[in-house]
T-cell receptor
Framework: EAGVAQSPRYKIIEKRQSVAFWCNPI?????LYWYQQILGQGPKLLIQ????????DSQLPKDRFSAERLKGVDSTLKIQPAKLEDSAVYLC??????????????FGNGTRLTVT | KQEVTQIPAALSVPEGENLVLNCSFT??????LQWFRQDPGKGLTSLLL?????REQTSGRLNASLDKSSGRSTLYIAASQPGDSATYLC???????????????FGKGTHLIIQP
């Protein structure tokens, strides 16, 4: 089974610029997550989708971050405008079931963002 | 708010030793607990998932235990090998009243080095 695909792998931008990340989950996985991992920290949940609806975006900085999952498959995460503190690895994960479940999450390799 | 703490933050041991990584969480109302491995520049790989009703899970040389009432989990690695060198992350899946989000809350991880 193909894993979670993310692109790009690396991105360097200047502060106040915009950037977008893309994620293609494992085929058939209903739930998709975006996590932010700052160096030396554990991943922090930004947003969770169930099919094409948002389940939880309580930790998403909505003044600058946005995400969508059209058609319940691929997802994009956008930052506009970027700040220095947004430098992190952005991880996408998916799981096969909806709602509370006991299925492990499958993670992509992430996009490393550097804001200068 | 759920907080997850992992001790130690870093560990270096000679090959062949058995070792224990510790994880503690503040809110015992969890749905499950997961242990992940993260290699440099990579995403997370799920190692073990323990449901809240379970006490332990085993996979090969790995054994994870869960004491929900005390808010603790341990990951036991038997006969460690250089290939086990990685960062190990503990995460809990929190139960929210009324159902809802099941995004994971992560610890900061234990950076493990196995010396050949």
């Amino acid at each position: 089974e193909a894993g979670v695909a993310q692109s790009p792998r690396y991105k360097i931008i200047e502060k106040r610029q915009s950037v977008a990340f893309w994620c293609n989950p494992i085929s058939g996985h209903a739930t998709l997550y975006w996590y932010q991992q700052i160096l030396g920290q554990g991943p922090k949940l930004l947003i969770q989708f169930q099919n094409n609806g948002v389940v939880d975006d309580s930790q998403l900085p909505k003044d600058r971050f946005s995400a969508e999952r059209l058609k319940g498959v691929d997802s994009t995460l956008k930052i506009q405008p970027a700040k220095l503190e947004d430098s992190a690895v952005y991880l996408c994960a998916s799981s096969p079931t909806t709602g509370l479940n006991n299925s492990p999450l499958h993670f992509g390799n992430g996009t490393r963002l550097t804001v200068t | 708010k759920q907080e997850v703490t992992q001790i130690p933050a870093a560990l270096s041991v000679p090959e062949g030793e058995n070792l224990v990584l510790n994880c503690s969480f503040t809110d015992s109302a969890i749905y499950n607990l997961q242990w992940f491995r993260q290699d440099p520049g990579k995403g997370l790989t799920s190692l073990l998932l323990i449901q809240s009703s379970q006490r332990e899970q085993t996979s090969g040389r790995l054994n994870a235990s869960l004491d929900k009432s005390s808010g603790r989990s341990t990951l036991y690695i038997a006969a460690s090998q250089p290939g086990d060198s990685a960062t190990y992350l503990c995460a809990v899946n929190v139960m929210y009243s009324g159902g809802g989000a099941d995004g994971l809350t992560f610890g900061k991880g234990t950076h493990l080095i196995i010396q050949p």
